[in-house]
Nanobody, 123 residues
Framework: VQLQASGGGLVQTGGSLRLSCSAS????????IAWFRQAPGKEREFVAA????????DYADSVKGRFTISRVNAKNTVYLQMNSLKPEDTAVYYC?????????????????WGQGTLVTVSS
């Protein structure tokens, strides 16, 4: 099982980025997928999650209204659209998968982790 996050980069405050998570879990549509981030010197934290079919989404309060999670099951890909970025959004962003529970990932109980992608927001 592999999950690969991509799309990170350097952006100015107020800018936007779209991250992608490509997953080899099968069947992809059976898995809830979530995004997490870890800033330097801080613990990894939950950012957003999306249910198997994409009908339900959950966000951390710190990103609600700015970030949008979506998925295209035909492409085995989940996206994180990040708008109005702030310096405090700077972190390595990871995606994770859980077959049985989207809620579990809110407390970082993940069955499969992917490698991260670095997002840097300059002030």
């Amino acid at each position: 099982v592999q999950l690969q996050a991509s799309g990170g980069g350097l952006v100015q405050t107020g800018g936007s980025l779209r991250l992608s998570c490509s997953a080899s879990v099968q069947p992809f549509s059976d898995y809830a997928i979530a995004w997490f981030r870890q800033a330097p010197g801080k613990e990894r934290e939950f950012v957003a999650a999306i249910s198997w079919g994409g009908g339900n989404a959950d966000y951390a309060d710190s990103v609600k209204g700015r970030f949008t999670i979506s998925r295209v099951n035909a492409k085995n890909t989940v996206y994180l659209q990040m708008n109005s970025l702030k310096p405090e959004d700077t972190a390595v962003y990871y995606c994770g998968a859980h077959r049985d529970s989207m809620a579990e990932m809110r407390i970082l109980r993940v069955q499969y982790w992917g490698q991260g992608t670095l997002v840097t927001v300059s002030s």
